[in-house]
């Protein structure tokens, strides 16, 4: 058996997304090949490994209960010993893992943070690495390197909190005007997101990104088809991609799946997507060209826009997807034929060399 650390929750504001997510990893899992070893991180921080019942992960309860606090020893060299101990009985013992899959959204579990504490207590993981996850994580940075790339990037601006309301004003300007998206520079998902059609709600969408990062950044509205690229693999192994999806917004908003209690309720997620046959291969070829430039690897989703005209234009890469059973990767890799459980099993064994 391959004792594989799943690592959920997580101090970002995407803590109940990540419990759903590991949810529906641990089912996928082909339980006669891994054992889940399930490491919990609390809103605080803290890390425990958690011995439980697994219905309670998707629900928050597991912090009640069944809970041993977790360290990470550093030591990546041969002769090292570094990796996970937990607590028992007052004593610190090695719990035994030979990879870990983080299942963390948001600050401070896929902006590379995380990753970069596995790297360094020598334990290997599935996913991108330490750079390709801030990359992603700032949207700021992503845009200039796909933007270097040769790929189209909206029109994007930077603001720090405390900037001047001239500052605040000439972003506007800079993006080609009204409307803009305002968004936490490194945030995930839709929270904290918004459009302003004119200066009143501009402010207000200031104040929300700010709420939540000293970084906000503030693009142009691009008019399009938003579409998605689920990327599976790396520069050594090969790259391998689902079926790309569309989404249909209704009425005038923006999609914000994750905010929903009705996960489709503003939504309608066509996989495959009924774009031209064309236009959809000029939509891979920049899904793959954008996971590329940002050195991800193992896997991620990039999101685009595909404009009247059939222009492909990047919007963001999220380097931990969203895998719940109503997320968009696990049904594109469905779509293409390929079962979450399936794809997880390849990057294991191929982290692992198996």
Request: a negative charge; hydrophobic letters at 40%.
């Amino acid at each position: 058996m391959i004792n594989v650390a799943i690592l959920f929750g997580g101090i970002s504001t995407e803590h109940d997304i990540s419990l759903k997510s590991a949810d529906n990893v641990i089912a996928a899992l082909d339980s006669k090949r891994f054992c889940p070893v399930l490491i919990g991180i609390d809103r605080n921080g803290s890390w425990f490994h958690y011995t439980g019942d697994l219905a309670d992960v998707v629900t928050g309860a597991w912090e009640e209960h069944d809970c041993a606090p977790v360290v990470l020893i550093p030591g990546s060299a041969p002769d090292a010993r570094g990796g996970f101990l937990e607590l028992v009985d007052g004593e610190f013992r090695e719990l035994e893992v030979d990879v870990a899959l983080p299942v963390l959204h948001g600050q401070g579990g896929e902006d590379g943070t995380v990753q970069g504490t596995l790297e360094v207590c020598g334990v290997p993981y599935v996913g991108c690495g330490v750079l390709a996850s801030a990359v992603c994580m700032d949207k700021d940075a992503s845009h200039r390197l796909a933007a270097a790339a040769g790929v189209r990037s909206p029109k994007c601006e930077v603001l720090y909190r405390g900037a001047t309301a001239e500052d605040e004003a000439a972003v506007v300007e800079k993006c080609g005007g009204y409307p803009v998206f305002v968004k936490p520079a490194r945030g995930g998902s839709s929270i904290g997101v918004s459009k302003a059609n004119d200066a009143d709600e501009y402010r207000k969408a200031l104040d929300a990104a700010f709420a939540l990062d000293e970084k906000v950044a503030v693009e142009e509205n691009i008019t399009g088809v938003e579409v998605g690229c689920a990327v599976v693999g790396d520069a050594v192994h090969g790259v391998r991609m689902g079926e790309v999806d569309e989404i249909v917004v209704h009425g005038d908003g923006f999609f914000r799946i994750h905010l929903e209690k009705d996960p489709g309720a503003n939504t309608e997620l066509r996989c495959p997507s009924e774009l031209p046959a064309d236009v959809l291969e000029r939509v891979r070829q920049v899904g793959r060209t954008v996971y590329e430039a940002l050195n991800c690897s193992g896997f991620a989703r990039v999101d685009l826009f595909v404009t009247p005209e059939g222009e492909v234009v990047f919007n963001e890469v999220n380097s931990t997807p969203g895998m719940t059973y109503y997320s968009r990767f696990p049904q594109m890799m469905r779509v293409a034929g390929h079962e979450l459980g399936e794809v997880l099993a390849s990057l294991i064994d191929t982290r692992l060399g198996l």
